[in-house]
């Protein structure tokens, strides 16, 4: 079963960069899609950024130009490089994978990002 972890988070300035770290155990990065999802209290989750099992990467609109989802498959990592952050940014960070054929679904525990002056 697939198994996720977040971490990268921490507390930054606005205008500064973090980058953020998905670690999957379980099969090839290949066979799961991958999604990075923030959430503020008594909010949904909102996905802001996804790298398919394909390698095709997509951001929102909210934070196009910004933010970047990347992934290393020799490592089975997933990465959201976040630059010019914001104080809206400020969120818990999730992952979350799904297989290909919807068998395996895992969140990560999350990632808190405060953006503060």
């Known amino acids: 079963q697939v198994r996720v972890v977040e971490s990268g988070g921490g507390s930054v300035q606005p205008g500064e960069s973090l980058s953020l770290s998905c670690t999957i155990s379980?099969?090839?990065?290949?066979?799961?899609?991958v999604g990075w999802y923030r959430q503020n209290p008594g909010k949904e989750h909102d996905m802001v950024a996804s790298?398919?099992?394909?390698?095709?990467?997509n951001v929102v609109e909210s934070v196009k130009g910004r933010f970047v989802a990347s992934r290393d498959v020799a490592l089975n990592i997933v990465y959201l490089q976040m630059t010019s952050l914001q104080p809206e940014d400020t969120a818990v960070y999730y992952c979350?994978?799904?297989?290909?054929?919807?068998?395996?679904?895992?969140w990560g525990q999350g990632t808190q990002v405060t953006v503060s002056s």
């Open positions: 979350n994978a799904r297989s290909w054929n919807g068998a395996e679904n895992a």
């Open positions: 379980g099969r090839s990065l290949n066979f799961y899609d």
């Open positions: 790298v398919s099992g394909g390698g095709i990467t």
